[in-house]
C-alpha cells in the first residue's frame, strides 16, 4: 500500500520560511519523479515544483521560482520543497505528488497559513 505522508506545514508570518517534508513508503522511491501541488478552497489543484527521479531536473511555477526549492533524498524516501518568502498568497493546502508512467499518487495535504 502507498503511502506519502506531508509534515511541516503551519502558520507563519508573511517572509517567513517553512520547510515540507513528504515521507514515502510502498513505492519505488528512487523510480519516481516527485512534486508538490497546492490548492486553496475553490480552486483547482495547482502545480507548484517538481524534481526527476535523479534529482537532475527540477521544474518550479512561476509564482514560486527563486522563493521555492524542491529536494529529495532517496535514501530517505523523502522529498522536501523549502519555502523562503512567504507570501499571503502562498496560503494552501499543500500536497505531495508520486509519479512513474501512468501510476500516480497523493499525500493526504499538510496546511500552510502566511498572514499578512
Known amino acids: 500500500q502507498v503511502h506519502l505522508i506531508e509534515s511541516g506545514g503551519g502558520s507563519v508570518q508573511a517572509g517567513g520560511s517553512l520547510r515540507l517534508t513528504c515521507s514515502a513508503s510502498?513505492?519505488?522511491?528512487?523510480?519516481?519523479?516527485m512534486a508538490w501541488y497546492r490548492q486553496v478552497p475553490g480552486k483547482d489543484r495547482a502545480f507548484v515544483a517538481a524534481i526527476s527521479w535523479k534529482a537532475d531536473r527540477t521544474y518550479y511555477a512561476d509564482s514560486v521560482k527563486g522563493r521555492f526549492t524542491i529536494s529529495r533524498d532517496n535514501p530517505k524516501n523523502t522529498v522536501y520543497l523549502q519555502m523562503n518568502s512567504l507570501k499571503s498568497e502562498d496560503t494552501a493546502v499543500y500536497y505531495c505528488n508520486a509519479w512513474s508512467g501512468f501510476k500516480f499518487y497523493w499525500g493526504q495535504g499538510t496546511q500552510v497559513t502566511v498572514s499578512s
Open positions: 510502498g513505492i519505488a522511491f528512487s523510480r519516481y519523479g
